[in-house]
């Protein structure tokens, strides 16, 4: 979380210096890379020892819809966030995990919500709410 965090405020700061003009395409070329190295180094600590890659069935269909997704995606934030800011990004972003998450549990019945998860959500609605509020209250 810290991590996307630092690169939405990171990007925010990219997208709205004064005198810089940078469209999304551009981003990327800057950002990518080090998006890149900084989520290879966990990945290779602590994920790869544990795959077994007799196991993966690769799919290119699958695969090149989840990349046009996710390019789609990188593409439409940038506006965002040099229109916004990153916490409008980041607030968007919890209201996508969580209607992810609930089309999960439709689509796929053997996933399912604890009553733990639903009290998570809950709160995490609840401040959400509250930020929102104070933030059109209090004056800019």
Known sequence: MFAEALRLVLT????????????????????????????????????????DASHIEFNFWIFFSNAICALALNFSIFPV??????????????????????????????????????????IGIVLIMFETALMTLLPS
């Not at 800057?30 to 795959?51: D, R």
């Not at 229109?83 to 689509?107: C, E, M, Y």
Request: hydrophobic share 50%.
């Open 81 to 122: 966030i040099g229109r916004t800011g990153a916490v409008t990004v980041r607030v968007a972003g919890v209201w996508k995990d969580w209607i992810l998450i609930a089309l999960s549990t439709v689509i796929f019945p053997e996933s399912t919500i604890t009553g733990l998860n639903i009290i998570g959500y809950a």
């Open 12 to 51: 925010q700061v990219l997208l709205q210096k004064k005198g810089l003009t940078v469209n999304p395409i551009t981003s990327l070329y800057y950002i990518a890379p080090c998006s890149f190295v900084c989520l290879f180094i966990p990945w290779y600590m602590l994920e790869k020892p544990s795959m």
